[in-house]
T-cell receptor
Framework: DAGVIQSPRHEVTEMGQEVTLRCKPI?????LFWYRQTMMRGLELLIYFNNNVPIDDSGMPEDRFSAKMPNASFSTLKIQPSEPRDSAVYFC???????????????FGPGTRLTVL | DQQVKQNSPSLSVQEGRISILNCDYT??????FLWYKKYPAEGPTFLISISSIKDKNEDGRFTVFLNKSAKHLSLHIVPSQPGDSAVYFC??????????FGTGTRLQVFP
């Protein structure tokens, strides 16, 4: 398996522009997670989906952030409008629900480094 | 409010010696704890985990210790190798699908 795929790997944009980050989870995984990594806060969970349904979006910082999962093999995280403080590395992760509860391993993609000027 | 804290942003250890990475948590409902390792320009990868019903879990050179009364978790790497140089994230969950991560500790193993 190719693992979790994210695109683009790097994105540089200007303040006010719309940014769309993309993720393809590992085939067969029921859960998909979006994280943001910053120096100050480490890895923060933004939102996660189970069977394509958003379960918890309490980590989404503002209404400027939105996420969708139209099917089991694709998810997007959109920021509109983007601001310099959104600059961070955004990770997508997926896992199965086979073990039940919270013990299945999350597999992370390589991340998208976003720079908002 | 950081529920999972890694108070040491960096650690430097000589090759062959023991590396000890520490993690503190505040939520007594956490029942599962994990360590992830991250190399530059890559996503975090799972390293080792421990359930709250145990106080130790070992996997090769890596051992995780859990002290529930102190709400403290530690990762021991023995012996440390240059390839262990990475950022290590502690994470915890509380009967949910969510993982709460710390801010990470950068480990450097020098010859």
């Amino acid at each position: 398996d190719a693992g979790v795929i994210q695109s683009p790997r790097h994105e540089v944009t200007e303040m006010g522009q719309e940014v769309t980050l993309r993720c393809k989870p590992i085939s067969g995984h029921d859960y998909l997670f979006w994280y943001r990594q910053t120096m100050m806060r480490g890895l923060e969970l933004l939102i996660y989906f189970n069977n394509n349904v958003p379960i918890d979006d309490s980590g989404m910082p503002e209404d400027r952030f939105s996420a969708k999962m139209p099917n089991a093999s694709f998810s997007t995280l959109k920021i509109q409008p983007s601001e310099p403080r959104d600059s961070a590395v955004y990770f997508c992760a997926s896992r199965t629900g086979l073990a039940g509860g919270n013990t299945d391993t999350q597999y992370f993609g390589p991340g998208t480094r976003l720079t908002v000027l | 409010d950081q529920q999972v804290k890694q108070n040491s942003p960096s650690l430097s250890v000589q090759e062959g010696r023991i590396s000890i990475l520490n993690c503190d948590y505040t939520n007594s409902m956490f029942d599962y704890f994990l360590w992830y390792k991250k190399y530059p320009a890559e996503g975090p990868t799972f390293l080792i985990s421990i359930s709250s019903i145990k106080d130790k879990n070992e996997d090769g050179r890596f051992t995780v210790f859990l002290n529930k009364s102190a709400k403290h978790l530690s990762l021991h790497i023995v012996p440390s190798q240059p390839g262990d140089s990475a950022v290590y994230f502690c994470a915890a969950s509380a009967w949910t699908d969510k993982l709460i991560f710390g801010t990470g500790t950068r480990l450097q193993v020098f010859p």
